[in-house]
Each structure stands twice: as C-alpha cells, then as structure tokens.
C-alpha cells in the first residue's frame, strides 16, 4: 500500500491547514450549541383586552347572557355613551371593540330573522376577529337551539352557556424548547458542509498535486506497482479522507447532542451529511485534476465552498433567499442537502410520506456526486491519453 501511505503523508505534511476550518467549525458549533434560550417563555397565558358593551335591548336575558359570555373572555369598561367619548376611547386603547345591541335583537335572533350588531374596533386587529367569532360563535348557538327546538328563555340559556363552556384540550407535540434545539441542530449539520467542503477540497487538491506532477507520474509508470493497483489505492486513500474528514466533523454532535444523534432524526442528519460528503469528495477530486498550483487549490476551496454556502443557505437561511439565487444554487448539492436538513428538523413522524422528500433530495445529491465523478474520470482518461 505505498500509494495510500503516501496520500497520508502528503495529508499530515499539510494538517495545519486543514485544521484551521475544523477548528474555526468546531467553534462555530459550541457557540451556536451555549447559546442562551432560558429566557424564552414556553407557556401561554390567555390576556382578556378591555371592550364596552352598550345594550339598547333592555330587559333581554338572551343580551345579558351575550353580555356574560363576553365578560368571561374580555374586560367590560364602563364609557359614556356618546359617540366623542367612544371614539377617544378607541383612539387612546382604552377600549379595543365596541359593540352595540339594537333594540329589538332579541326578539329577531329568536323569531330567525336577519340580526345585526354595530361593532367598532381598531383596523386590521387580531382582537377584532377575535371577538367577532367570540360574538358569531354565541349568535349561532343561539339560532340552533331556537330553530330546533322550542325553549323557554331559561332553558335556552342554560343549553346556550352548557355547550359555550365546553373546551378542548390543547397539547403541542413539540414545544417551544424543543423546536429551538431541532433548529440549532439543523443549523449544525448546514455549517458542517461548508467545513466538509473547505476540507476536502484542500486536502485531495493537496495530494492531486504532487501526484499528478510530469515528473512523477513519469516515473510511477516505471515502477513494479500496476496503474490499475495503484489507482485502487488512490480511490481508497480520499475515500478514507472523505469518512475521517466526515467522522471528525460529525463527532462534536456526539459531544453536543448525546443520545439525540442515536434517534431516528439524528440517524437522518448523519445519512444526509455523509451522503453529501460523497459529493463533496466527487467534485474535491473533480478540482484537484483540474487545478496545477497551491495558489489556484487555495482560492479554489474559498471560493467554491464559501459562494456554494452562502447561496444554498448554509449561512443565509433559505427563506431569506431570492428565487433566482435558490434556482441558481439548485444546480449544487449544497442546496438539496440543507434542503433535507431543514425537513429532517421538523418532522414530526417518520412514515414514508414524510420521509420520501428527504430521500429525493438524497439521491439527487448522490446523483450528483456520480455526474461530477464520471466528468473527472473523463478528463483524467484524456489527460493520460495526451500525455
């Protein structure tokens, strides 16, 4: 195995510099992973606003019963009622709804006839359509039991308030707490391809280099050790490269997440990150027959995985991001791997509905790591065949 002993040793001479974006990513990770969320409020607390309530009705037990019903979801406030006063009280948030009974609701709600109340509130509020159903949701009510049934006031009510009282139950799946830890984790793995990038393209342009050097190829054409084994060893050096650089980006999550990496979302993010490391390698070794220098392998490895990153939403999330620029990063495997990153955060079960977008996005990312390696292998036939 010289040829894979000396993929290592061109690897260890330039370790430093390979170090520099583990250690730069590693960092990045604990930072995002110590990031403080304690102060964010999991629970909710209903927060009943301030309404007047103004009844030209009277006498109605059908209107106090509404007027009831309000009072255990709102604040009433007692305003003069005149318009000057209402609309001060409007302007100046002492009040955000009014509503008005007109004489003769009653009588119409019981009788089915069209009923209408005066409301005012501030535009466009989310308080104003929520009273607006809190107030259509009793109406209804109402409307049902009378064309249905035929009640004395005293039982209409009593069914009325019976049935208004009911409530259902609200659970969350995913609290607040963890939702933020799926997103930081997802965050994670994203900074983890432009590290897998970096790395890999500097450490296979590093060793495509020296070996592809006239010279030397030259004089490995001479040697006892067949192209074909030789070849065989090369394959199996990056490949090596390729899983170390992916185990050593990987390992910290074991460190930051513990037993999450061995659940079924965890399992996910590492399959989707060590398929996109086979890109990754793909295009690495795409470069490094390309390239002839240190200068080109290093502006190579800033730029490509820096615009790739910044364009997929590896830094910018891709919500952020125009539709041209997510049309012209589809075209990298970086965006389908984020793409998978950012599923795999929210998914909630595990079915094959919900798991067919993910292995989509990983094959195309597999796909593209055999188009870019069948192009490499092309040129490296060519470059043969014309030296």
Same mark, same amino acid.
């Not at 109406?139 to 004395?152: A, D, E, F, G």
């Given at each position: 195995?010289?040829?894979?002993?000396?993929?290592?040793?061109?690897?260890?001479?330039? $370790?430093?510099?390979?170090?520099?974006? @583990?250690?730069?990513?590693?960092?990045?990770?604990?930072?995002?992973?110590?990031?403080?969320? #304690?102060?964010?409020?999991?629970?909710?607390?209903?927060?009943? %606003?301030?309404?007047?309530?103004?009844?030209?009705?009277?006498?109605?037990?059908?209107?106090?019963?509404?007027?009831? +019903?309000?009072?255990?979801?709102?604040?009433?406030?007692?305003?003069?009622?005149?318009?000057?006063?209402?609309?001060?009280? $409007?302007?100046?948030?002492?009040?955000?709804?009014?509503? &008005? %009974?007109?004489?003769?609701?009653?009588?119409?709600?019981?009788?089915?006839?069209?009923?209408?109340?005066?409301?005012?509130?501030?535009?466009? #509020? !989310?308080?104003?359509?929520?009273?607006?159903?809190?107030?259509?949701?009793?109406?209804?009510?109402? &409307?049902?039991?009378?064309?249905?049934? =035929?009640?004395?006031?005293?039982?209409? *009510?009593?069914?009325? =308030?019976?049935?208004?009282?009911?409530?259902?139950?609200?659970?969350?799946?995913?609290?607040?707490?963890?939702?933020?830890?799926?997103?930081?984790? !997802?965050?994670?793995?994203?900074?983890?391809?432009?590290?897998?990038?970096?790395?890999?393209?500097?450490?296979?342009?590093?060793?495509?280099?020296?070996?592809?050097?006239?010279?030397?190829?030259?004089?490995?054409?001479?040697?006892? %050790?067949?192209?074909?084994?030789?070849?065989?060893?090369?394959?199996?050096?990056? $490949?090596?490269?390729?899983? *170390?650089?992916?185990?050593?980006?990987?390992?910290?999550?074991?460190?930051?997440?513990?037993?999450?990496?061995?659940?079924?979302?965890?399992?996910?993010?590492? $399959?989707?990150?060590?398929?996109?490391?086979?890109?990754?390698?793909? @295009?690495?070794?795409?470069?490094?027959?390309?390239?002839?220098?240190?200068? !080109?392998?290093? !502006?190579?490895?800033?730029?490509?995985?820096?615009?790739?990153?910044? @364009?997929?939403?590896?830094?910018?999330?891709?919500?952020?991001?125009?539709?041209?620029? *997510?049309?012209?990063?589809?075209?990298?495997?970086? +965006?389908?791997?984020?793409?998978?990153?950012?599923?795999?955060?929210?998914?909630?079960?595990?079915?094959?509905?919900?798991?067919?977008?993910?292995?989509? =996005?990983?094959?195309?990312?597999?796909?593209?790591?055999?188009? %870019?390696?069948?192009?490499?292998?092309?040129?490296?036939?060519? =470059?043969?065949?014309?030296?």
């Amino acid at each position: 195995m010289v040829v894979y002993k000396a993929f290592f040793k061109i690897i260890l001479k330039n $370790l430093a510099q390979l170090m520099i974006y @583990i250690v730069v990513f590693v960092s990045l990770a604990i930072g995002l992973a110590n990031t403080n969320f #304690s102060n964010q409020n999991t629970s909710f607390t209903e927060t009943k %606003v301030n309404i007047a309530f103004i009844n030209y009705d009277d006498s109605s037990r059908i209107v106090e019963g509404l007027r009831e +019903y309000l009072s255990r979801n709102t604040n009433i406030v007692t305003i003069q009622d005149d318009s000057k006063s209402l609309q001060d009280a $409007l302007f100046f948030r002492e009040v955000e709804y009014i509503v &008005r %009974v007109p004489k003769g609701f009653s009588e119409d709600l019981i009788k089915g006839n069209e009923v209408q109340l005066e409301k005012s509130s501030v535009p466009a #509020s !989310a308080t104003g359509i929520h009273l607006d159903n809190l107030i259509n949701k009793y109406i209804n009510t109402v &409307r049902i039991y009378t064309t249905n049934m =035929n009640l004395s006031e005293e039982q209409l *009510l009593s069914y009325v =308030n019976n049935d208004l009282e009911q409530k259902t139950e609200v659970r969350l799946n995913n609290s607040l707490e963890e939702i933020i830890k799926n997103t930081r984790r !997802a965050y994670y793995f994203n900074y983890m391809s432009y590290a897998i990038f970096s790395v890999l393209i500097l450490g296979v342009c590093t060793v495509m280099i020296v070996f592809n050097n006239s010279d030397l190829r030259r004089r490995n054409l001479c040697s006892p %050790v067949r192209l074909k084994y030789m070849n065989f060893q090369m394959v199996l050096g990056n $490949l090596s490269f390729a899983v *170390l650089t992916w185990f050593v980006t990987t390992f910290t999550s074991f460190i930051l997440y513990g037993s999450f990496m061995f659940t079924p979302k965890g399992l996910l993010f590492l $399959l989707n990150s060590f398929i996109f490391t086979l890109a990754a390698l793909s @295009i690495s070794y795409l470069i490094g027959n390309v390239i002839k220098n240190r200068n !080109a392998m290093s !502006a190579a490895a800033n730029v490509f995985s820096l615009e790739t990153s910044f @364009i997929s939403g590896v830094f910018v999330p891709q919500v952020l991001l125009g539709k041209t620029v *997510l049309k012209i990063s589809s075209f990298t495997p970086n +965006y389908w791997y984020v793409k998978s990153n950012n599923i795999i955060s929210t998914l909630e079960s595990y079915s094959l509905e919900s798991l067919t977008p993910v292995f989509i =996005n990983m094959l195309i990312v597999m796909g593209f790591a055999v188009a %870019v390696l069948s192009v490499a292998l092309v040129m490296i036939k060519q =470059n043969r065949m014309s030296s």
